[in-house]
């Protein structure tokens, strides 16, 4: 409902129902990158677990959770991460229709819904280097 007060991304991890959640988010969201043509080629993995695991558990940390992205990967410094990929609008808009799906099956509250999609609309947008 568009009354509902926005929702403190440091809540969210736990309103969201933690670890589990964004792992199932994370899965949805790269079953539709490994079918997208333009996306597909950028990710040089295989069966792209590390991937799974590295955008899951940056996204907890990110949302409240634990900080066990950090201390695998160090400071996050995600736009520097994505120098080496041409990521352009198109790329962009790829990039957030599948994580657009992949929070939408999850059926949340309107409210934790908007605060999730508010911040990748931003952070997408951030990413762009071309
Ligand atoms: C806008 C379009 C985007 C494209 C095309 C893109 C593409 C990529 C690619 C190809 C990788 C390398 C594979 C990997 O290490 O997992 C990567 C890594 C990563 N991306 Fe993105 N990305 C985008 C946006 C975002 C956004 C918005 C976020 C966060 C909200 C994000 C978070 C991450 C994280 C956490 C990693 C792993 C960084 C590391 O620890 O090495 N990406 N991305």
Do not use: K
Request: aromatic content about 12%; cysteine-free.
């Amino acid at each position: 409902m568009a009354t509902d007060p926005p929702v403190d991304a440091r809540t969210v991890f736990q309103a969201a129902g933690g670890a589990e959640t964004f792992d199932r988010i994370v899965t949805r969201f790269y079953e539709g990158v490994v079918q997208d043509p333009l996306l597909r080629p950028m990710y040089p993995e295989e069966d792209m677990d590390g991937s799974r695991r590295r955008l899951s558990l940056f996204l907890q940390q990110y949302f409240g959770g634990p900080s066990t992205y950090s201390e695998e990967r160090g400071h996050p410094r995600l736009r520097m991460r994505h120098f080496p990929f041409a990521i352009g609008q198109a790329e962009r808009d790829a990039w957030m229709r599948h994580m657009q799906t992949a929070v939408q099956a999850e059926r949340f509250p309107a409210a934790l819904e908007a605060t999730l999609m508010d911040y990748f609309d931003r952070a997408a947008t951030f990413m762009m280097n071309r």
